[in-house]
């Protein structure tokens, strides 16, 4: 992946929008019809027979990806509306799948689909709502041996939400699921979808769905405001969280830092465990990462079905945040369940440069 930054003339400094144009790789061949997107947004745009973009510049934190059908994805994590983006895609190999013998490879198709929709999308009453209209071109194969379903798509995965009035394009890099885990990763942006009789139960349907999410949480978290959103926590294994925080300023940013302990959620949808590799970028809007952070519970089963893009706020949130975070005291003064009392049997781990999700099944 190469990506050259020019500087922008006068004239785009005004804008406060990204200027770019895709190529191919190793050539001066522009790229039609690329997509340029905010990742796990609404805000996207294709490419002009050119290979031009023009895009408006979003928060810097949220990574700026550019897909096309045939070409590996990039991902941009520094840009800014100063400079012209001059991204070079690479052609994809072609992959030789596996062929089976006898036309079985021990799952019907009906099988393979049913375990795919349901470890992709989820089982909430908003996952069980989504469609994806081109199914047909998923590739699934099961491995006998290791008992083992695999996923590609050479096209993006066109998802109707319709229940949460979101159209989203998925271009799916990767998808596992085997006796103990599964494991699936992709870049992904929503389009609004549903009409003005649906207005008002699809607000009502998103509100639902963002109550408890990931998404309330680390905004929330970046506000110091985990308690007047109906979140409690706790550490596992130590103290009551009390003169220390697990949020760490530094030059300004945001980081959870659990200081290698492991965070419990309580809310009423359910409890959550959360654990880190690293410390962790979060910001106002939502967004958190590049590193890992892991999750059990509740918030475990949250996926592609449930989730929503990182624009979306409940009309009692949006002007509430967009004042600078308090420094609120994260304690949590009440007797709490033992880790030990709540089935965790699930993990959820997220890269935001990617959207990775992982599930590891307990026996």
């Known amino acids: 992946m190469i990506v050259i930054l020019l500087m922008l003339g006068p004239s785009f400094l005004q804008a406060q929008t990204l200027h770019g144009r895709v190529y191919i790789t190793g050539t001066e061949t522009a790229i039609a019809n690329a997509s340029v997107y905010y990742n796990a947004s609404t805000v996207g745009t294709a490419t002009n027979n050119s290979g031009d973009f023009t895009l408006t510049e979003k928060s810097k934190h949220i990574p700026l ?38 036309g079985s490879d021990g799952m019907s198709r009906k099988e393979k689909e049913k375990i795919f929709l349901r470890e992709f999308l ?8 989504c469609t994806i209209i081109n199914l047909k071109d998923v590739e699934l194969t099961y491995h006998k041996k290791t008992q083992t379903l695999t996923a590609s798509c050479d096209t993006p995965l066109e998802i109707n939400n319709k229940l949460l009035g979101y159209k989203i394009s998925y ?27 649906k207005k008002n139960e699809i607000s009502q349907n ?9 998404l309330q949480f680390i905004r929330a978290l970046w ?25 760490r300023i530094d030059s300004g940013y945001h980081y959870i ?30 967004y958190y990462g590049p590193e890992l952070l892991w999750y059990g519970g509740n918030m475990a089963a949250q996926r592609v079905g449930d989730n929503l893009p990182f ?24 007797t709490l369940p033992s880790f030990t009392d709540a089935p965790f049997t699930k993990l959820r781990a997220i890269n935001c440069q990617s959207i990775t999700n992982r599930y590891w099944i307990s026996k």
């Open 65 to 102: 990806i550019v897909s096309c059908v045939g070409y590996a994805t990039v991902t941009i994590n520094d840009y800014n509306e100063k400079t012209f983006l001059k991204i070079y895609l690479t052609p994809k190999m072609q992959i030789l799948r596996d062929v089976v013998i006898g």
């Open 122 to 129: 989820g089982t909430s009453s908003f996952a069980k709502g």
């Open 171 to 197: 271009f799916l890099q990767e998808f596992k699921r085997s006796p103990s885990n599964t494991a699936y990763s992709g870049n992904y942006f929503y389009t609004d979808n549903f009409s003005s009789e």
């Open 206 to 214: 998103r509100e639902a769905a963002y109550k408890g999410s990931t």
């Open 223 to 247: 506000a110091g405001k985990l308690k007047e959103k109906g979140f409690e926590i706790d550490a596992i294994g130590s103290k009551l969280y009390k003169d220390s925080s697990i949020i």
């Open 257 to 286: 830092d659990l200081k290698g302990r492991h965070l419990r959620i309580f809310y009423d949808k359910g409890p959550t465990v959360v654990a880190q590799t690293a410390p962790s970028l979060i910001t106002s809007t939502g």
């Open 311 to 334: 624009e979306y706020w409940p009309k009692d949130e949006q002007d509430e945040y967009q004042s600078k975070p308090a420094s609120a005291e994260l304690l949590v003064n009440r």
